[in-house]
Nanobody, 111 residues
Framework: QVQLVESGGGLVQAGGSLRLSCAVSGIIFSIKAMSWYRQAPGKQREWLAT???????NYADSVKGRFTISRDNAKNTVYLQMNSLKPEDTAVYYCRTDTFWGQGTLVTVSS
């Protein structure tokens, strides 16, 4: 059974930072590309970043330079370091691999 469990969300002031984690089980984590998405109220789900098997990363323009995706294969965990947060970053953040999604973690950025 594949499980993805996000954590690390919360309330932060604009300009602050948060680090999200996504713990994965039920798959061979080290060979999988992992991605982060977010969905703001009333908006479509938006792709943010992907980290491939050997660590190659790609980012959406909206977060490039502010967010960093990383992975720890020993811990079966993918991270999203978010810096210089803005109120428009408020959303539920999800991790994904293949067709599997986590339940999401809420990030709220106050102005």
């Amino acid at each position: 059974q594949v499980q993805l469990v996000e954590s690390g969300g919360g309330l932060v002031q604009a300009g602050g930072s948060l680090r999200l984690s996504c713990a994965v089980s039920g798959i061979i984590f080290s060979i999988k590309a992992m991605s982060w998405y977010r969905q703001a109220p009333g908006k479509q789900r938006e792709w943010l970043a992907t980290i491939a098997r050997f660590g190659v990363t790609n980012y959406a323009d909206s977060v490039k330079g502010r967010f960093t995706i990383s992975r720890d294969n020993a811990k079966n965990t993918v991270y999203l370091q978010m810096n210089s947060l803005k109120p428009e970053d408020t959303a539920v953040y999800y991790c994904r691999t293949d067709t599997f999604w986590g339940q999401g973690t809420l990030v709220t950025v106050s102005s």
